[in-house]
C-alpha cells in the first residue's frame, strides 16, 4: 500500500493494453454448455469453439484467428463471469510454451510505470 | 495566319505550365507514394471515377503561405486535387489530397479549393467525396490552416442529411483533419494504409509514456473494429473503390431525390433457404443476414459497419428493385443484444435513410438490452435511448418483422408498432413479452413457487404456463400491436406489398428548429 493519494486521473484513465488476438472471452457471465474442441487441434478463423449460455441464447463462440488450441479454461456445466480468458487460441507460427493458467484478462495487464501498477491493482479486480 | 499561330502557342504554353504541375511533388515523391502501395492523388479519382468523366479546376492555385521562407516555394495545386466527375453516371464532386506535395499538408488555399468543390456540391446537389491523405495542418501558415478546417468542417455540417458526404482514408488523417470524415455518412478504411488519431504514438508517449504503433493505434482495423469510426474496411484501394461504387448503387443523389430503381430480380431461392437458416428453438443461434439475403433482390446486400458491433447487422438491399435499409438483431453475435456501440451504429444508419428517402426494414429477434455495470457506467441508458429517438423520428416507410424473441425494451426500440411502424409483421415463431419466461415467472408466480412444496418442480411448471401463454405473437396480436402473423416464405410478398403502399407515405413531425437527440 502506498500512501501517496491516488491521483484521480490515473484512477479513471485505464492503461492500454493489447489484446491477444486468440484470446476468447466471455461477453458477459454464463453456464457452458458444451466444449467442441482438444488442446493441440488446429482450428480456423470462425470454427465454432463451445457454447456459452447467457442472455437466453446457447452462444457458440468461435475462434477468431486460425491457431491451435492452447489452454481450455472451462468444463461444461461451469459458470463463468464477464472477461474470463476461456480458451486460448495460440495463433499459427507461435511455439506454445508453457502451458498457461486461467487468468481474468484484466490481470494481464503489463504496466509501464511502475508506480502505478500497485494503484491500479487496487482499482482493478 | 499569324493569330493561328499566337493560339498554337498560348497552348503549348499552357500545355507545359500544366505538365509541370500534374507532376505534383515530382518523381521522386510520387515513387515513394507507389512504395508504399498506395496510388496518386490523381490515380485514384481516376480508378474510382466513370472514364474519361473527371474534370479537374483550380489547377493554377498557389499556397498564401508567406513566412518560414515559404513564400519561395511552389507547391503544385496546393497538394490537392479537386473537381467533378460521374459514378455509375451519377454526378458527383471529388478532391483528392496529393501526399506527395508537402506531405498533403492543409493551408489555407489548400482548404479554399476543398471548400469551394463543397460549395459546388451544395449548390449542384450532388454527393461529396473526399479523399484524405494528409501529414495534417500546414504549421508554416499557423491559424490559417486552423480556419482552413474549420470552414471545411461548418460545410461538412451544413451538408449533413442535404447531400451523401463519402471520406476515404487513404493515408495519415491526424489531428484537427480526423474531424472532417467524422462529419460525413461513411468513412472507408483500407488495411495497413489508413490511420487516424486525434494525437499520434509520439505525443502519446510524451504525455502519458505508453508506448503503441500508428497501426495499434489508428489503424484501419481499429477503425473498423474497435471505435466504429470507419463503416467499410478494404484490403486494398482498388477493393476499397470497388466498395464506394457499390455504396452509390443504394443512396439517392441527394435529399430530394429516391434511390434509383433497378429492375427487380428474385432473391437465390436455392442458396438461402429459410427453412435450413432459421432454427425455431430459440436458444439457437444463426446468422441473421442469410434471413435478408433471403428476402432481397438478387440476394444482395451491402453490409455497412461489417467489422463493428456485430451484435447488429445494418445495410442496404432491394426489394422489387426499391433500396431499403435494413436493421436487423444479429442472434449470432452476443445473442443479439443492444448495447451501447450497437445503438449507436443503429441510430446513425437509421438517422442516414430518413434522411434520404429509404425506406427502413427492421428484423428482430434480440432478448433484450445487454446487463451488466460497464454497459451501464458507459452510458447505455443514454445510447440506448438513441435507437428510440431514431425509429421515432424517421418520418420514411418503417416495416418491421418480428423473427423470434422481442423481449422487453428491446421489442419497443426495434421499430415497433408504438414508435410508428407502418407494419408490424411477426413470424409464428416470435416471442413478444415483457421478458422471459424464466424471469417473468419468478416474479409473477414468486408466492406460488416459494410456497409449493417442491419449489423447483413448481418453478418448471409456471415457466411453461407464462411460455405458452405469453411467449408467442397472438397477444400482441390481440391487441393489434403486431399487424398480421405470417408465414416465414410469405415475408417477401408482405414487404413487396408494404413497400408500395407506403410510397407516397407523408407524416410531419411536429415543426421544430430540430430535436434534440441522446447524443
Same mark, same amino acid.
Given at each position: 500500500m502506498s500512501d501517496i493519494k491516488p491521483d484521480i486521473r490515473t484512477h479513471y484513465r485505464q492503461l492500454y493494453v493489447k489484446v491477444e488476438p486468440g484470446q476468447i472471452y466471455a461477453f458477459i457471465p454464463g453456464t457452458i454448455i458444451d466444449i467442441?474442441? $482438444? $488442446?493441440g487441434q488446429k482450428v480456423k478463423k470462425g470454427d465454432p469453439l463451445f457454447t456459452l449460455h447467457a442472455m437466453k441464447m446457447d452462444n457458440e463462440l468461435c475462434s477468431t484467428i486460425d491457431g491451435t488450441i492452447g489452454a481450455i479454461n472451462i468444463k461444461a456445466g461451469q459458470i463463468v463471469n464477464k472477461n474470463d480468458v476461456l480458451i486460448d487460441v495460440i495463433p499459427l507460427g507461435v511455439k506454445i510454451e508453457k502451458p498457461s493458467t486461467p487468468k481474468p484478462a484484466a490481470d494481464k495487464k503489463e504496466t509501464v510505470d511502475k508506480k502505478e501498477t500497485a494503484e491500479k491493482k487496487e482499482t482493478k479486480k | 495566319m499569324v493569330e493561328n499561330m499566337s493560339i498554337n502557342r498560348k497552348t503549348q504554353e499552357l500545355k507545359a505550365r500544366m505538365q509541370s504541375l500534374l507532376q505534383g511533388g515530382g518523381e521522386k515523391a510520387m515513387e515513394k507514394q507507389k512504395a508504399t502501395g498506395k496510388l496518386t492523388a490523381r490515380e485514384r479519382i481516376l480508378e474510382l471515377l466513370d472514364e474519361g468523366s473527371f474534370h479537374e479546376y483550380d489547377l493554377f492555385i498557389q499556397h498564401s503561405g508567406k513566412d518560414f521562407n515559404m513564400d519561395k516555394k511552389i507547391l503544385p495545386g496546393d497538394g490537392v486535387v479537386t473537381g467533378t466527375g460521374t459514378i455509375n453516371g451519377y454526378p458527383i464532386c471529388i478532391y483528392a489530397q496529393d501526399f506527395t506535395v508537402a506531405g498533403g499538408s492543409l493551408g489555407y488555399m489548400h482548404a479554399k479549393k476543398i471548400c469551394k468543390i463543397m460549395d459546388h456540391a451544395m449548390k449542384f446537389k450532388v454527393p461529396?467525396?473526399?479523399?484524405?491523405? #494528409?501529414?495534417? =495542418?500546414?504549421?508554416?501558415?499557423?491559424?490559417n490552416a486552423l480556419a482552413g478546417y474549420g470552414e471545411i468542417f461548418f460545410r461538412n455540417t451544413m451538408a449533413s442529411g442535404v447531400i451523401p458526404q463519402i471520406s476515404v482514408i487513404l493515408g495519415p488523417c491526424a489531428g484537427g483533419a480526423v474531424y472532417s470524415p467524422a462529419l460525413t455518412d461513411f468513412v472507408f478504411v483500407v488495411d495497413k494504409i489508413s490511420k487516424m488519431f486525434i494525437t499520434g504514438p509520439d505525443v502519446i508517449k510524451t504525455v502519458l509514456g505508453e508506448e503503441i #504503433?500508428?497501426?495499434?493505434?489508428?489503424?484501419?482495423?481499429?477503425? =473498423?473494429?474497435? #471505435?466504429?469510426? =470507419?463503416? +467499410? +474496411?478494404?484490403e486494398s484501394e482498388m477493393e476499397c473503390f470497388e466498395q464506394i461504387k457499390a455504396l452509390f448503387t443504394y443512396i439517392p443523389w441527394n435529399n430530394t431525390k429516391k434511390a434509383e430503381r433497378f429492375a427487380m430480380k428474385r432473391p437465390k431461392a436455392k442458396d438461402y433457404k429459410i427453412n435450413q437458416i432459421f432454427p425455431t428453438d430459440p436458444a439457437k443461434p444463426y446468422d441473421v443476414r442469410l434471413i435478408i439475403k433471403s428476402i432481397a433482390d438478387n440476394s444482395d446486400f451491402l453490409e455497412v459497419h461489417e467489422l463493428f458491433a456485430k451484435n447488429i447487422v445494418v445495410g442496404f438491399a432491394r426489394i422489387n428493385g426499391d433500396t431499403v435499409g435494413c436493421v436487423a438483431n444479429q442472434p449470432m453475435e452476443m445473442a443479439g443484444v443492444l448495447d451501447c456501440n450497437s445503438s449507436d451504429k443503429a441510430a446513425r444508419f437509421i438517422l442516414f435513410c430518413d434522411a434520404f428517402q429509404i425506406p427502413l426494414i427492421t428484423f428482430e429477434d434480440l432478448p433484450g438490452y445487454l446487463p451488466g455495470v460497464d454497459q451501464e457506467h458507459a452510458g447505455v441508458i443514454r445510447h440506448g435511448a438513441k435507437i428510440l429517438y431514431a425509429f421515432s423520428e424517421a418520418t420514411v416507410p418503417k416495416i418491421t418483422v418480428i423473427l423470434r424473441k422481442a423481449y422487453g425494451g428491446g421489442y419497443i426500440a426495434m421499430c415497433s408498432n408504438h414508435l410508428k411502424a407502418d407494419f408490424v409483421f411477426a413470424w409464428p415463431t416470435a416471442e413478444i413479452a415483457v421478458m422471459g419466461p424464466e424471469g417473468a415467472a419468478n416474479i409473477i408466480f414468486k408466492a406460488e413457487i416459494l410456497g409449493a412444496e417442491d419449489p423447483d418442480a413448481m418453478r418448471k411448471e409456471k415457466i411453461q404456463e407464462y411460455k405458452e401463454k405469453f411467449a408467442n405473437p397472438y397477444v400482441a396480436a390481440s391487441y393489434g400491436y403486431v399487424d398480421a402473423v405470417i408465414q416465414p416464405s410469405e415475408t417477401r410478398k408482405y414487404l413487396i406489398h408494404a413497400l408500395d403502399m407506403t410510397r407516397s407515405k407523408v407524416v410531419e413531425n411536429p415543426w421544430k428548429k430540430h430535436g434534440i437527440p441522446p447524443f
Amino acid at each position: 500500500m502506498s500512501d501517496i493519494k491516488p491521483d484521480i486521473r490515473t484512477h479513471y484513465r485505464q492503461l492500454y493494453v493489447k489484446v491477444e488476438p486468440g484470446q476468447i472471452y466471455a461477453f458477459i457471465p454464463g453456464t457452458i454448455i458444451d466444449i467442441f474442441v $482438444k $488442446k493441440g487441434q488446429k482450428v480456423k478463423k470462425g470454427d465454432p469453439l463451445f457454447t456459452l449460455h447467457a442472455m437466453k441464447m446457447d452462444n457458440e463462440l468461435c475462434s477468431t484467428i486460425d491457431g491451435t488450441i492452447g489452454a481450455i479454461n472451462i468444463k461444461a456445466g461451469q459458470i463463468v463471469n464477464k472477461n474470463d480468458v476461456l480458451i486460448d487460441v495460440i495463433p499459427l507460427g507461435v511455439k506454445i510454451e508453457k502451458p498457461s493458467t486461467p487468468k481474468p484478462a484484466a490481470d494481464k495487464k503489463e504496466t509501464v510505470d511502475k508506480k502505478e501498477t500497485a494503484e491500479k491493482k487496487e482499482t482493478k479486480k | 495566319m499569324v493569330e493561328n499561330m499566337s493560339i498554337n502557342r498560348k497552348t503549348q504554353e499552357l500545355k507545359a505550365r500544366m505538365q509541370s504541375l500534374l507532376q505534383g511533388g515530382g518523381e521522386k515523391a510520387m515513387e515513394k507514394q507507389k512504395a508504399t502501395g498506395k496510388l496518386t492523388a490523381r490515380e485514384r479519382i481516376l480508378e474510382l471515377l466513370d472514364e474519361g468523366s473527371f474534370h479537374e479546376y483550380d489547377l493554377f492555385i498557389q499556397h498564401s503561405g508567406k513566412d518560414f521562407n515559404m513564400d519561395k516555394k511552389i507547391l503544385p495545386g496546393d497538394g490537392v486535387v479537386t473537381g467533378t466527375g460521374t459514378i455509375n453516371g451519377y454526378p458527383i464532386c471529388i478532391y483528392a489530397q496529393d501526399f506527395t506535395v508537402a506531405g498533403g499538408s492543409l493551408g489555407y488555399m489548400h482548404a479554399k479549393k476543398i471548400c469551394k468543390i463543397m460549395d459546388h456540391a451544395m449548390k449542384f446537389k450532388v454527393p461529396i467525396i473526399g479523399i484524405n491523405d #494528409s501529414g495534417g =495542418a500546414r504549421i508554416q501558415e499557423g491559424v490559417n490552416a486552423l480556419a482552413g478546417y474549420g470552414e471545411i468542417f461548418f460545410r461538412n455540417t451544413m451538408a449533413s442529411g442535404v447531400i451523401p458526404q463519402i471520406s476515404v482514408i487513404l493515408g495519415p488523417c491526424a489531428g484537427g483533419a480526423v474531424y472532417s470524415p467524422a462529419l460525413t455518412d461513411f468513412v472507408f478504411v483500407v488495411d495497413k494504409i489508413s490511420k487516424m488519431f486525434i494525437t499520434g504514438p509520439d505525443v502519446i508517449k510524451t504525455v502519458l509514456g505508453e508506448e503503441i #504503433s500508428q497501426e495499434d493505434l489508428g489503424g484501419a482495423r481499429v477503425h =473498423a473494429e474497435v #471505435s466504429g469510426n =470507419a463503416h +467499410f +474496411f478494404a484490403e486494398s484501394e482498388m477493393e476499397c473503390f470497388e466498395q464506394i461504387k457499390a455504396l452509390f448503387t443504394y443512396i439517392p443523389w441527394n435529399n430530394t431525390k429516391k434511390a434509383e430503381r433497378f429492375a427487380m430480380k428474385r432473391p437465390k431461392a436455392k442458396d438461402y433457404k429459410i427453412n435450413q437458416i432459421f432454427p425455431t428453438d430459440p436458444a439457437k443461434p444463426y446468422d441473421v443476414r442469410l434471413i435478408i439475403k433471403s428476402i432481397a433482390d438478387n440476394s444482395d446486400f451491402l453490409e455497412v459497419h461489417e467489422l463493428f458491433a456485430k451484435n447488429i447487422v445494418v445495410g442496404f438491399a432491394r426489394i422489387n428493385g426499391d433500396t431499403v435499409g435494413c436493421v436487423a438483431n444479429q442472434p449470432m453475435e452476443m445473442a443479439g443484444v443492444l448495447d451501447c456501440n450497437s445503438s449507436d451504429k443503429a441510430a446513425r444508419f437509421i438517422l442516414f435513410c430518413d434522411a434520404f428517402q429509404i425506406p427502413l426494414i427492421t428484423f428482430e429477434d434480440l432478448p433484450g438490452y445487454l446487463p451488466g455495470v460497464d454497459q451501464e457506467h458507459a452510458g447505455v441508458i443514454r445510447h440506448g435511448a438513441k435507437i428510440l429517438y431514431a425509429f421515432s423520428e424517421a418520418t420514411v416507410p418503417k416495416i418491421t418483422v418480428i423473427l423470434r424473441k422481442a423481449y422487453g425494451g428491446g421489442y419497443i426500440a426495434m421499430c415497433s408498432n408504438h414508435l410508428k411502424a407502418d407494419f408490424v409483421f411477426a413470424w409464428p415463431t416470435a416471442e413478444i413479452a415483457v421478458m422471459g419466461p424464466e424471469g417473468a415467472a419468478n416474479i409473477i408466480f414468486k408466492a406460488e413457487i416459494l410456497g409449493a412444496e417442491d419449489p423447483d418442480a413448481m418453478r418448471k411448471e409456471k415457466i411453461q404456463e407464462y411460455k405458452e401463454k405469453f411467449a408467442n405473437p397472438y397477444v400482441a396480436a390481440s391487441y393489434g400491436y403486431v399487424d398480421a402473423v405470417i408465414q416465414p416464405s410469405e415475408t417477401r410478398k408482405y414487404l413487396i406489398h408494404a413497400l408500395d403502399m407506403t410510397r407516397s407515405k407523408v407524416v410531419e413531425n411536429p415543426w421544430k428548429k430540430h430535436g434534440i437527440p441522446p447524443f
